[in-house]
């Protein structure tokens, strides 16, 4: 892949500072159940109410996945009715749609271990084009493969999502379900290839078309008392670069990567993002754990190395916790942009609240909008006091000069507001947080950041 010319990749191609996702994943899990989480929360069902609500609460895009196992339902064969009624909707509301076409899922006759992959996803990539590309007035947004990263580590050194094994005879570092010393890196790479045969393959359909590479952000440190981990530890840590940096030809040139294919980079923040290595002992967010990283210091990172358009891809909390939690990450953003770093857009995530992947019936209470209380109808209720707080933050950002010219370095701490405790304590069994000791909110998601990095 050649480097394009370069005001193809300067500019934002997002409508809107504020945006929500909805969860979409569709492969299938650790027990071979395939997943449809846009069926599942129930959001196909109420997709025109649901993008209603983001417009009324002054969302102007959305994240929606394609789903290449639901897309893809026999080899070339493919059926997007279900994405042009969403591309159609979502123009009835005014939303921007950023379309992610392979969200975890492939059709069962591909393996992620086999490099016939790449051509298979890059025909996929180019179909999607040709069906969403016409409903779009403005240049469409692609994610290609959401959190090559996790994918990578998922597919090789765990077993979340089937029919992927890790090959303990090849010497998969396979310790435990989450242990962030294990990369996927041959997996990895395959994927950027797939990724750059799939831009390569749009462009021919659409030359409109801006790309989105979503990852997450993390951090890891030395358990205490032992800084001769300090180096393992930033090894693992540098692993979260590996997918940005294969796209972008600064590692494994021969693949094709180039500035040009890194167009806009999206960053997934959560609250287990941050760990000691080895012991995989999350630093505490509610706890204060002092070795955190801040979000405006991990952004600036980001910005200082690569120089891209960049959003907040993913963010959000579960529980009570999540009023508190977008109050803070908001902040962060705000002193990132003071600082210089040009975050363009601000993703909540999910808006619509979501069951586990292993666990169909525990219910995560993460969205904007919690399931009824009986949560076969489906409705939707709102999470007023997280919907207060995003309500007070879109009155103050964006701040239209907020960007300075001249970027500077960002403080490894957080300047907003005095530490509170977070109130998640309360409500534990309700929320199900394990920070207290209970099931993880996030079980089948919680340790994966670990292997943004290595994955």
């Not at 890790?166 to 990369?183: F, I, K, T, V």
């Not at 955190?292 to 210091?297: E, G, I, V």
């Not at 939707?380 to 500077?408: E, F, G, N």
Request: aromatic fraction near 8%; include cysteine.
């Amino acid at each position: 892949m050649t480097d394009d010319p370069p005001d193809r990749v300067n500019g934002s191609p997002f409508h809107s500072f504020w945006m929500g996702g909805f969860e979409g994943a569709d492969h299938r899990n650790r027990f071979g159940t395939p997943l449809d989480m846009a069926c599942a929360s129930g959001h196909l069902e109420h997709l025109d109410a649901d993008y209603a609500g983001a417009a009324e609460r002054g969302l102007g895009g959305v994240r929606e996945s394609v789903g290449w196992r639901i897309s893809e339902p026999a080899p070339s064969r493919h059926d997007f009715g279900r994405v042009q009624t969403m591309a159609r909707a979502g123009r009835r509301h005014g939303l921007q749609i950023v379309w992610t076409l392979m969200h975890y899922g492939t059709p069962a006759d591909v393996d992620l271990h086999d490099d016939r992959f790449i051509d298979r996803f890059a025909a996929f990539a180019a179909a999607a084009a040709r069906a969403i590309g016409p409903l779009s007035e403005a240049p469409p947004v692609y994610n290609p493969i959401n959190e090559i990263g996790f994918l990578a580590w998922a597919v090789a050194e765990t077993s979340r999502i089937h029919p992927y094994r890790p090959d303990l005879r090849a010497g998969a570092r396979y310790l435990q379900d989450g242990n962030s010393l294990a990369s996927g890196y041959a997996v990895k790479r395959r994927l950027v290839a797939g990724v750059l045969a799939a831009i390569d393959a749009i462009r021919q359909v659409d030359a409109r078309a801006r790309f989105l590479h979503v990852e997450p952000v993390v951090h890891v440190v030395a358990p205490t008392g032992q800084p001769e981990l300090a180096e393992l530890a930033q090894a693992v840590r540098d692993y979260q670069w590996h997918a940005w940096d294969l796209i972008a030809g600064r590692e494994a040139p021969e693949l094709g990567g180039s500035m040009a294919a890194l167009d806009c980079v999206g960053i997934n923040h959560y609250h287990d993002g941050q760990w000691e290595v080895v012991t995989e002992k999350r630093l505490s967010w509610h706890e204060r754990d002092p070795r955190r990283r801040s979000l405006s210091a991990l952004l600036g990172d980001v910005w200082q190395r690569y120089g891209r358009p960049m959003m907040i891809a993913e963010t959000g909390h579960f529980g009570s916790g999540r009023a508190q939690w977008i109050d803070e990450a908001a902040a962060q953003v705000a002193l990132a942009r003071e600082a210089g770093v040009p975050v363009e857009a601000l993703c909540l995530y999910p808006l619509v609240d979501r069951p586990d992947w292993d666990d169909p019936a525990h219910w995560h209470h993460s969205g904007l909008w919690d399931m009824h209380a009986a949560p076969a109808s489906r409705a939707r209720t709102l999470a007023a006091d997280y919907a207060a707080a995003i309500a007070r933050w879109q009155r103050s950002l964006p701040v239209a000069d907020a960007i300075t010219a001249q970027p500077r370095l960002l403080p490894n701490r957080s300047r907003n507001r005095s530490p509170r405790r977070c109130r998640a304590s309360s409500s534990r069994r309700r929320t199900g947080c394990r920070r207290i000791g209970a099931r993880c909110a996030r079980p089948t998601r919680s340790v994966r950041w670990c292997n943004a990095r290595r994955r």
